[in-house]
């Protein structure tokens, strides 16, 4: 796997991305980042019950991107491109670079299996410095190339 820092363009596009499914889901003030995590929960929950992620799949990126963002917001992560093709995959990633999670890969999970683990969960699991066996949760490996574009 390859870690590649996102470009500024793919920063401010995930950030407006941010920005608009909070204001939508969780308008007013935002919280610490654990309040906004469990806020997304409810998210979460909607989704599960609407069935297959595809057609949703514009709903699960931003769910993804929201959840993920409260890792940055928290500290100790950053986003970064994470994938096996040089492609434009946003991850979050531990600051020290031994945890990723490829956002929408791990939440396309969580919506497909109800019985997974939830959003708040893997937060803290990740919080906590473990990496929950789950698609899209990996450990890049210690020779994987970093670009530097």
Not at 43 to 53: C, D, K, Y
Not at 93 to 114: F, G, K, N, Q, Y
């Amino acid at each position: 796997m390859t870690l590649a820092p996102l470009s500024e363009k793919h920063l401010c596009e995930l950030a407006l991305a941010v920005s608009r499914a909070l204001s939508q889901w969780l308008p007013g003030p935002l919280g610490a980042p654990l309040e906004v995590v469990q806020g997304l929960e409810r998210v979460l929950l909607f989704l599960r019950q609407n069935g297959s992620p595809s057609p949703q799949a514009r709903q699960v990126a931003s769910l993804a991107f929201c959840w993920g963002d409260q890792l940055v917001r928290a500290g100790g992560f950053h986003w970064a491109s994470a994938s096996e093709d040089s492609s434009v995959n946003p991850s979050v990633v531990s600051d020290d670079e031994v945890r990723a999670c490829m956002v929408v890969d791990t939440i396309t999970t969580l919506v497909i299996e109800p019985q997974a683990m939830s959003l708040v969960a893997l937060y803290r699991a990740l919080e906590r410095g473990e990496l929950p066996e789950m698609p899209g949760c990996l450990r890049p490996a210690a020779s994987s190339p970093r670009k530097t574009d």
